[in-house]
């Protein structure tokens, strides 16, 4: 978890415990990469450079990390964050959105496929 981080709980009997984060308890350049991400999902914009790539792809939740749906039937889109200076390709940063909730998490480890927690609930 993130330092000085306390997080909420949120338990859904679809998933495992998914912490809530708030704004200001990321480091600065961190929660402003996802706060550029977040303002473009939700003016329906692209970013430009390797941001773009694969933007807005189904996310099949084939972990079952977050709740709802998996494989076909998942709700989810994903979309990449910038990533830290120097770090190569499109970084491991997303943030993936429940398109039918509105409920929008955010992974450190590429899709939440390892890490503790794999997802953070952002909103």
């Not at 998914?18 to 480091?27: D, E, F, I, N």
């Not at 039937?73 to 993936?96: D, F, H, K, N, Q």
């Amino acid at each position: 978890m993130l330092a000085g981080e306390t997080p909420v709980l949120v338990h859904n009997s679809n998933c495992p415990i998914v912490a809530r984060v708030t704004p200001g308890s990321l480091p600065p350049a961190e929660e402003a990469a996802l706060g550029r991400t977040l303002s473009h999902i939700d003016a329906g914009t692209v970013p430009t450079g390797p941001t773009a790539s694969r933007w807005g792809i189904p996310f099949r939740n084939r972990e079952g990390k977050l709740p709802g749906g998996q494989g076909g039937s998942s709700p989810y889109r994903e979309y990449r964050v910038e990533p830290p200076p120097g770090t190569p390709g499109a970084g491991p940063l997303r943030v993936v959105r429940n398109d039918q909730t509105g409920d929008t998490y955010y992974t450190w480890t590429h899709y939440g496929d390892s890490g503790d927690p794999a997802f953070v609930q952002v909103r």
